[in-house]
């Protein structure tokens, strides 16, 4: 209008000398969008989706407000609600149709929807049941890390493409610092509604495909300053990614008003593939780029840089419970030992590539060291043989400090792996029996070993693992320790302890459990299998396990 204004005046100050007919053809006609139609496309099955469609003569643009306090921007005019709460209910949604210049025309729509979808204990989780700050998990490897959007088994989440693999890798990158600050809130009044703050103190972290969000040039990500302020509805839903049911916990949140967690990648829906009291492992798909999916872990307990953490109980365990020093050439001692045998796709394989024996071409023991050996050879249909020894029924134990001194095999592909499995697996499907992986290796990171925990919320790629750098462990025997008590699971290497795990009561680890030592070839963690390998062996002196008074 204030163009308009200009003209005209300039036309009546000039008539005399000018004709505007020229400036006729210039001016913009201003048009109210008009007969704005809404029509809505319910669904039947439980889901809560409702299909909008809205037409109107002169709409550039259109602008959905539902009653949760999330608005969305259609610009071709059809959006998909998923309505969460459970039952029938209805909703007033208003539909607004801009046109030219911001004008507008609005409608408003009720709808009433039918959703079966619930998920209460998210929502007690994520606020504690009133409301709680999250943090990213800064003192954890892998917090932050991007991979293909795919359902692909033999791809690690953090590790698929890039990672930031150190504790407080952000804080290091001057452009990116600010992240640590962010506060993630989520809240509840009702257990019901779930409503969303976040508080960047001022500064985000942007995916530098997005930094002209802010105005910002920079080729790498960035943190620009950016206004986060304001409150923010959140909406559950039931998750449709790719991500295979059994490894996420199959729920979706979309926060209102574009939100986002942390790091600007320009989507506002989040995956939620674990959650516990303290810990949450979201995942989210690119918007610019939806072959890319980021994941992001976080936590309750803001992690300080410097901090000691837990500090480590002191306990002594001179009793010895029983072990194998592996002094009698020949096959394993059954009065230790026993095997798994075959390809594992009967529940305890991670999609691996061997097939495994009991064969003394790949399991036995010479010169007071046990030897399991991993060979490329074709086998009962598989690329690759190897061993999985058990103390399954014959040493089982609650409790108490593993040695177990080792070389490990070399060689991109290879997988070994020292760890404990809960006896009551066969009652208590895993991940609910508990696993203790005292340490395993993958050859393409041939001097860093693992220790991880898995158990319900915690299974899979979401495991409590910790990583640390280990010279020469193909060409060196190191011995890689446990110390396992009611409060504290502490993992050593060299008795240098690099990882420290809080037991209690809530967790599966106060039970029986027996060992496992096997070479794994490929699969979800040991990846793409070097063309030029033919064989390695994992080389095990002894093992012991003792016990407290």
């Known amino acids: 209008?204030?163009?308009?204004?200009?003209?005209?005046?300039?036309?009546?100050?000039?008539?005399?000398?000018?004709?505007?007919?020229?400036?006729?053809?210039?001016?913009?006609?201003?048009?109210?969008?008009?007969?704005?139609?809404?029509?809505?496309?319910?669904?039947?099955?439980?889901?809560?989706?409702?299909?909008?469609?809205?037409?109107?003569?002169?709409?550039?643009?259109?602008?959905?407000?539902?009653?949760?306090?999330?608005?969305?921007?259609?610009?071709?005019?059809?959006?998909?609600?998923?309505?969460?709460?459970?039952?029938?209910?209805?909703?007033?949604?208003?539909?607004?149709a801009y046109?030219?210049?911001g004008v507008s025309s609005s409608k408003l729509v009720e709808v009433s929807v039918e959703s079966d979808f619930s998920d209460p204990d998210a929502i007690e989780l994520l606020t504690g049941g009133g409301s709680k700050t999250w943090y990213w998990a800064a003192d954890v490897p892998n917090h932050l890390g991007v991979g293909p959007n795919n359902n692909d088994p033999n791809q690690n989440y953090f590790w698929a493409f890039f990672s930031f693999t150190e504790p407080f890798a952000l804080a290091d990158i001057p452009s990116a610092s600010c992240a640590y600050d962010d506060e993630f809130i989520f809240s509840t009044s009702n257990g019901e509604n779930l409503t969303y703050v976040y508080d960047n103190k001022g500064a985000s972290f942007f995916n530098r495909t997005y930094a002209s969000v802010v105005g910002g040039q920079s080729p790498d990500d960035s943190c620009y300053?950016?206004?986060?302020?304001?409150?923010?509805?959140?909406?559950?839903?039931?998750?449709?990614?790719?991500?295979?049911?059994?490894?996420?916990?199959?729920?979706?949140?979309?926060?209102?008003?574009?939100?986002?967690?942390?790091?600007?990648?320009?989507?506002?829906?989040?995956?939620?593939?674990?959650?516990?009291?303290?810990?949450?492992?979201?995942?989210?798909?690119?918007g610019n780029d939806q072959g890319l999916a980021w994941y992001v872990i976080l936590t309750s307990q803001k992690?300080?840089?410097?901090?000691?953490?837990?500090?480590?109980?002191?306990?002594?365990?001179p009793n010895l419970l029983w072990s194998d020093e592996f002094d009698v050439d020949g096959a394993p001692n059954p009065l230790n030992w026993t095997y798994d045998i075959g390809n594992g796709q009967v529940g305890w394989g991670n999609n691996e590539l061997q097939y495994y024996t009991d064969r003394a071409d790949n399991v036995s023991v010479a010169d007071g060291v046990l030897n399991i050996t991993a060979k490329r050879e074709n086998f009962m249909g598989q690329e690759f043989t190897s061993a999985r020894l058990k103390s399954e029924g014959l040493?089982?134990?609650?409790?108490?400090?593993?040695?177990v001194?080792?070389?490990?095999?070399?060689?991109?592909?290879?997988?070994?792996?020292?760890?404990?499995?809960?006896?009551?697996?066969?009652?208590?499907?895993?991940?609910?029996?508990g696993e203790i992986d005292i340490m395993e290796h993958v050859g393409r990171n041939q001097n860093e070993v693992l220790s991880t925990l898995h158990f319900p919320g915690n299974s899979g790629a979401n495991g409590i693992s910790q990583s640390t750098i280990v010279n020469d462990v193909a060409g060196t025997f190191h011995v890689y320790a446990a110390e396992w008590t009611e409060t504290q699971i502490r993992f050593y290497?060299?008795?240098e302890?690099?990882?420290?795990?809080?037991n209690d009561s809530q967790k599966p680890f106060d039970k029986d459990f027996f060992m496992i030592l096997n070479v794994a070839m490929g699969g979800n963690l040991g990846g793409d299998v070097d063309p030029a390998f033919t064989q390695s062996s994992m080389q095990v002196d002894y093992v012991r396990i003792y016990q407290r008074d």
């Open 405 to 433: 001194r080792a070389k490990l095999p070399e060689g991109v592909g290879t997988w070994p792996a020292i760890w404990m499995l809960g006896a009551d697996y066969q009652t208590n499907p895993w991940p609910g029996t």
């Open 303 to 317: 992690p300080v840089r410097g901090a000691t953490g837990p500090v480590a109980e002191t306990d002594t365990f």
């Open 395 to 403: 040493q089982e134990f609650t409790f108490g400090r593993v040695e």
């Open 225 to 286: 300053e950016f206004d986060t302020t304001g409150e923010n509805a959140v909406t559950l839903a039931p998750s449709e990614s790719v991500v295979a049911a059994e490894r996420k916990r199959g729920t979706v949140m979309t926060l209102g008003d574009n939100g986002f967690v942390g790091y600007y990648i320009g989507t506002n829906e989040y995956e939620i593939m674990s959650l516990t009291e303290n810990r949450m492992v979201l995942r989210a798909v690119q």
């Open 493 to 495: 290497v060299d008795d």
């Open 497 to 502: 302890l690099y990882h420290l795990f809080e």
């Open 1 to 96: 209008m204030k163009k308009i204004i200009q003209i005209v005046s300039y036309c009546l100050v000039l008539f005399t000398v000018l004709s505007c007919q020229d400036d006729d053809s210039t001016l913009e006609q201003v048009l109210v969008p008009q007969n704005l139609e809404v029509t809505t496309d319910i669904t039947t099955d439980g889901s809560g989706n409702v299909t909008f469609t809205a037409t109107a003569d002169n709409a550039v643009t259109y602008r959905f407000s539902f009653p949760d306090g999330s608005t969305v921007v259609a610009p071709a005019g059809v959006y998909t609600k998923r309505f969460t709460k459970t039952g029938l209910n209805s909703y007033q949604v208003t539909v607004l």
């Open 99 to 101: 046109g030219q210049a």
